[in-house]
């Protein structure tokens, strides 16, 4: 803990605060929404509407995706951050998307609001460092196999750079059970909460992998004290390129976001 | 999957009730609450009569207890029962306590108005079935490595020996994170209530370890949709014979039960 | 550490030596091998002269199986104990059986030469108990979810009974790999063989789930120190009523027996 | 397996052999053996000296080093390359070190005869695909939390690219038991062996963390097919930058390197 210094509270109430567009990291209940992938103009713009219209505060999509096999679709790189960018113009929603290689960071502080680091990557320390330097705010995923200390680590790393605008975020560990994609660790909210001034956010998504649990383990995230929200929507689940699983419909975000602001404002008062 | 014939719904909306006392499992958010061990009448009285006080409806206190060596505290075994049931007819609470050994069942039963199985004894077959033979409602705890199907298994050998009244119960699993005492799977909840009749509750006591994350944690079970809880509450936490970091003070406890019953209310209206 | 005092070495050549049948655990090599379940005497009879011919020492086989589904083969019972006692007498062989009800401890010692205590029981309290009681000489399995300390701490408990003839056996922990049926823990050999006087063998069977793997992991349990192994053999693997893809033929299990052997003495002579 | 056209034997004998110096991976037990990090030229060339004595083939030691926290000694980057190079010319053994920045790709390939990528980046795919064009023979340890096909996937990434000449190393994957580093997954060896045509080597002191384990370990390793060991000797364990408990001392490291080439020739010949 000696070794903390930058990620740890300093005082009980010490807390970042993180703007982006109109919503406020720390402050807000943020919702993060989009599809897993960028597929096409089409697509995203479609989307990128309907997560608006239910109230989605920024757009995510992938252009780069990290995938288990050379065969899957990989995403559409740099067309894929444009087709984002635009879509998002188009909704009014700033854009958050991952980065995986450390040549790509200027190319994707072009187009993104909001810099993610994917769970695959929390130890990939020259990837840290430059998202330190990049001047953008990163959502930094925590590892399938990362307990809560060396996670916090990989947020010093980033700190230790002069990036004071960092966002945590659980997505689920690898345990044995596989009826779950991972298992989503909940307890992880409000020990983080404990320990250290930065927003943390839940990705129930990933967390889950099934579109029928999203709903209840966004609502459980929001009761533990998740300052904010990342899911998948795609217009049309079935026939997306990649995590059709655990994609939800438009409609299903719609009543997603409506219950969680609502609980977000019960939880507040209680 | 065509082996849980008994424990698998039949239709979406098939759910099983179980009164004790004056609650309804499955129908209302049921608290259980009360000491890890029974140390004494006037420990396990106090605890009694406070978390009545504080809305608890069954007591819970261990009288035999499965400790990991053979030099702790193993519990006051019939003489706990004894005082368990007094201290829950003192103050008008029905009582939980677990039974480790088939040879104590008859004995347990004398007490118990629920009985519990612990998370080690989930595969203690000779146990499930007496469980399923002894005429009380059962509370069958996840084991630290169970998966959800192994777990559907062992609620189906309780019911295939004609036990109707069965109550599931997350208590965390095992993993490699250290942080916590173990991971708690509150996915399991809405998956489990997706797929069976049964009454699903949590046990965040000890499925996190730390007094301080219990609160949040019931919070969050209770928005995924758990139909009661498990707490441990001690007179005096810090000189219990057993899981001191992990016990809330009665005060604490009347804290939790006022705001686990609001979210109750709060998540059946949205 | 202070809680094992039974179990934990006194000196660095503090041995338990425990004389079975011909063989004697701690000096020897011992090979146990025999089904999974006992199924008929003609099948019992059949493996106990093939792996008497082969070079076992025991003969093993269940009649109590604890079984995941309640609707799988449970075992012959009190018939399979008499059957697996007559087909040892005809091979010469001492038998080795599980016992999982506490109830079943006298019966099960009047036909077994060794108790064992399997995975899902290593927490079974009053069985540990019972079995520090039963006059036999015992073999605790590790659980799949137990570390090395809370293994240790239940051999404590048959240890504090009284009965010094204990066997510890590695067969493998649940982990997140699902190529191998649990992952089997070689590196506990020889850090059980620093710690404690008591003789450790290894259950590759059930440590990895496919036949292919059991001799090269029988052949390293060797080279890692292991003081015997437990092998499923069965007359005609594709027809056992339980763990089909983990036994091996009798020719399979000779050739194993030879090259383990052979490997003892070289291990002995570096 | 449809996707693994690449990494998978084509038949029952199909193996890669890799030639790097006087060994070839694939037909020797080849022993890579140096300091965790390069710490000065002094100790690179004393420990290169003892460990060629003691039978090693190649030498290894970090000039990058990927660690937990941003405040622990990061290695001495390029420095540390020259040194390694020109103690791996003192002793006449060709260099084995880590790469974890592609940027850092070409620079690495000029001081290194292998190139390895560190179980943290098994699934930094650009990273993959850069040593999958870099011209140098590769080592890929697999990450703490890969099942055996994510595993492949990544060896497929590379081979995709081109190179054929790739190293799958096993070193341990995360569990819950906390008395070894990692969990060192032997099984995972002849499962390898029987699916690819690549070698496979084994790190047993990152597999368990122990110095007094590595030796029982690596003799396992041996036994269950293992093409080659990679080991940390340090002249002075107790001194060293990083990974202290479980360096070996040179005199250690000779023990060792012949009792497993003793153990090569036996399990060669039964």
Known sequence: MDDLNLVMKKSGNDRTYINVGDACFGRDLVLMAGPCSIESYQQ???VALAVRRAGAHILRGGAFKPRTSPYSFQGLGQEGLEILKAAGKTAGLPVITEVVDVRDMELVCRYADIIQIGARNMQNFPLLKEAGRCGRPVLLK????ATLWEYLNCAEYILLEGNKELILCERGI???????????????????KELTHLPVVVDPSHGTGRASLVEPMSLAAVAAG???LLIEVHNDPSSALSDRSQQLT???????SAKVQKARIF????
Chains 1, 2, 3, 4 share one sequence.
């Open 44 to 46: 995203a713009e479609t």
């Open 142 to 145: 925590r590892s399938m196999y």
């Open 174 to 192: 690898r345990t044995f059970e596989t009826y779950t994609r991972n298992t989503l660790d909940l307890s992880i909210v409000p020990a983080l």
């Open 226 to 228: 998740a300052d904010g």
């Open 250 to 256: 438009s409609d299903e975000f719609a009543s997603l």
């Open 267 to 270: 939880f507040s008062s209680i």
